[in-house]
Nanobody, 123 residues
Framework: QVQVVESGGGLVQAGESLRLSCTVSGLTFDDYAMGWFRQAPGKEREGVSC????????YYADSVKGRFTISRDNAKNTLYLQMNSLKPEDTAMYYCAAGSVYPITNTRNVDYWGQGTQVTVSS
């Protein structure tokens, strides 16, 4: 059984940082591209960032480019998202995702989802 578990969300002020983590079990982690999506109330789920199995290729949405950094540790079956200079518009539920094909920039390419971790940025 595949389990995808996010952690690290919370309430921060604008300009501060958070690091999200996602631990995966039940699949061969380095066979999968991994990514982060987010969904704000009343909005569609959107791709934020993704990374190829090897870590050599990454993608960032324009809205987070230069502020967020995605990384993975295949030895620990863990994906990370370092979020710096957070803005109120980054407030959303953040979901970890695994897909067999890179890039996973839309929900159609996702094979497995986590349950989400809330990020709230106050102004």
């Amino acid at each position: 059984q595949v389990q995808v578990v996010e952690s690290g969300g919370g309430l921060v002020q604008a300009g501060e940082s958070l690091r999200l983590s996602c631990t995966v079990s039940g699949l061969t982690f380095d066979d999968y591209a991994m990514g982060w999506f987010r969904q704000a109330p009343g909005k569609e789920r959107e791709g934020v960032s993704c990374i190829k199995w090897s870590g050599t290729y990454t993608y960032y949405a324009d809205s987070v480019k230069g502020r967020f950094t995605i990384s993975r540790d295949n030895a620990k079956n863990t994906l990370y998202l370092q979020m710096n200079s957070l803005k109120p518009e980054d407030t959303a539920m953040y979901y970890c995702a695994a897909g067999s094909v890179y890039p996973i920039t839309n929900t159609r390419n996702v094979d497995y989802w986590g349950q989400g971790t809330q990020v709230t940025v106050s102004s």
